[in-house]
């Protein structure tokens, strides 16, 4: 079962503009997190809200969590090409982590 | 060097054979995991371990079989039972459900 899911399937912007990319579960959650993946790679853990916060910041990432409505969102500002990758939120789902669809963010020089 | 790690990075297998992926860890971590993920896909779950000498079923079980003996190895081993083998393997580890590290990854195909 996969409890997010993540739109849109794919993102194309320049170096410079905002990301934003967005999750919707489907279930109650105690925390959603956000990671991301190069291709061919391993996932890297970028950030983690919890249910009862509503935004969160680190570096050039803001995530926000809507639990009325089941979603969240993570914007990438003044993004760089190096920031190219897959972006995957996670929810926890009784004793394990169930992975959305993600979203493949190119970024153009 | 702390981390996880997965060999082999690309990985064959013959009709009828069975496989088997390594996952070690050497982060002290008591949970391990194995997703399996199709080209464009998100992660599916096919198992987990939340302790030495146990382990349950995640959703996509059927066709894979695992071990875990010893608290930094949890190795996968796809039999031939599971018809459609080709993926992208990938394993983590954690101490939390609050943070996951992943290692590399390994493709597998079928000759």
Same mark, same amino acid.
């Not at chain 1, 997190?33 to 790679?41: E, I, P, V």
């Given at each position: 079962?996969?409890? !997010? =899911? =993540?739109?849109?399937?794919?993102?194309?912007?320049? =170096? !410079? =503009? @905002?990301?934003?990319? @967005?999750?919707?579960?489907?279930?109650?959650?105690?925390?959603?997190?956000?990671?991301?993946? @190069?291709? !061919?790679? !391993?996932?890297?853990?970028?950030?983690?809200? *919890?249910? @009862?916060e509503r935004e969160k910041h680190s570096g050039r990432l803001r995530?926000?969590?809507?639990?009325?409505?089941?979603?969240?969102?993570?914007?990438?500002?003044?993004? *760089?090409?190096a920031d190219t990758a897959s972006y995957f939120c996670a929810t926890d789902d009784t004793d394990k982590l169930i992975f959305g669809t993600g979203t493949r963010l190119q970024v153009f020089p | 060097d702390g981390g996880i790690t997965q060999s082999p990075k690309y990985l064959f297998r013959k009709e009828g054979q069975n496989v088997t992926l390594s996952c070690e860890q050497n982060l002290n971590h008591d949970a391990m995991y194995w997703y399996r993920q199709d080209p464009g896909q998100g992660l599916r779950l096919i198992y987990y371990s939340q302790i030495v000498n146990d382990f349950q079923k995640g959703d996509i079980a059927e066709g894979y079989s695992v071990s875990r003996e010893k608290k930094e190895s949890f190795p996968l081993t796809v039999t031939s039972a599971q018809k459609n083998p080709t993926a992208f393997y990938l394993c983590a580890s954690s101490n939390s459900w609050e943070k996951l590290f992943f290692g590399s990854g390994t493709q597998l195909s079928v000759l």
């Amino acid at each position: 079962s996969q409890q !997010g =899911e =993540e739109d849109p399937q794919a993102l194309s912007i320049q =170096e !410079g =503009e @905002n990301a934003t990319m @967005n999750c919707s579960y489907k279930t109650s959650i105690n925390n959603l997190q956000w990671y991301r993946q @190069n291709s !061919g790679r !391993g996932l890297v853990h970028l950030i983690l809200i *919890r249910s @009862n916060e509503r935004e969160k910041h680190s570096g050039r990432l803001r995530v926000t969590l809507d639990t009325s409505k089941k979603s969240s969102s993570l914007l990438i500002t003044a993004s *760089r090409a190096a920031d190219t990758a897959s972006y995957f939120c996670a929810t926890d789902d009784t004793d394990k982590l169930i992975f959305g669809t993600g979203t493949r963010l190119q970024v153009f020089p | 060097d702390g981390g996880i790690t997965q060999s082999p990075k690309y990985l064959f297998r013959k009709e009828g054979q069975n496989v088997t992926l390594s996952c070690e860890q050497n982060l002290n971590h008591d949970a391990m995991y194995w997703y399996r993920q199709d080209p464009g896909q998100g992660l599916r779950l096919i198992y987990y371990s939340q302790i030495v000498n146990d382990f349950q079923k995640g959703d996509i079980a059927e066709g894979y079989s695992v071990s875990r003996e010893k608290k930094e190895s949890f190795p996968l081993t796809v039999t031939s039972a599971q018809k459609n083998p080709t993926a992208f393997y990938l394993c983590a580890s954690s101490n939390s459900w609050e943070k996951l590290f992943f290692g590399s990854g390994t493709q597998l195909s079928v000759l």
